[in-house]
């Protein structure tokens, strides 16, 4: 039904950036709560940022002052905008929706992206 789309990881040297984009494609109307998470090798997947249909945001305390979550509605897109990255933030990260609306009136699972690969180098 609804498939996300992941873009922007790389290779970066600490204090670079990065810009994560995540595309949801499918007949959608509206989409809940988008987000971002990263697992690193050997440890859960955390919650990065997350973004309210309504712009609201929070972030894991690891990342406030240096990452940025937004979203474009009308492109069903949702941003990361990482800065100052740290050899701690590498891992991968994966895009993430709490569902929301199709066309016709059907409501849609959250899903999960494939993943992107951020890796800081020190």
């Known amino acids: 039904q609804v498939q996300l789309v992941e873009s922007g990881g790389g290779l970066v040297q600490a204090g670079g950036s990065l810009r994560l984009s995540c595309a949801a494609s499918g007949s959608i109307v509206s989409i809940n709560a988008m987000g971002w998470y990263r697992q690193a090798p050997g440890k859960q997947r955390e919650l990065v940022a997350k973004?309210?249909?309504?712009?609201?945001?929070n972030y894991a305390d690891s990342v406030k002052g240096r990452f940025t979550i937004s979203r474009d509605n009308a492109k069903n897109t949702v941003y990361l905008q990482m800065n100052s990255l740290k050899p701690e933030d590498t891992g991968a990260y994966y895009c993430?929706?709490?569902?929301?609306?199709?066309?016709?009136?059907?409501?849609?699972?959250?899903?999960w992206g494939q993943g992107t690969q951020v890796t800081v180098s020190s």
């Open positions: 993430n929706t709490e569902g929301g609306l199709l066309v016709g009136g059907t409501w849609f699972r959250g899903s």
């Open positions: 973004i309210t249909s309504g712009g609201s945001t």
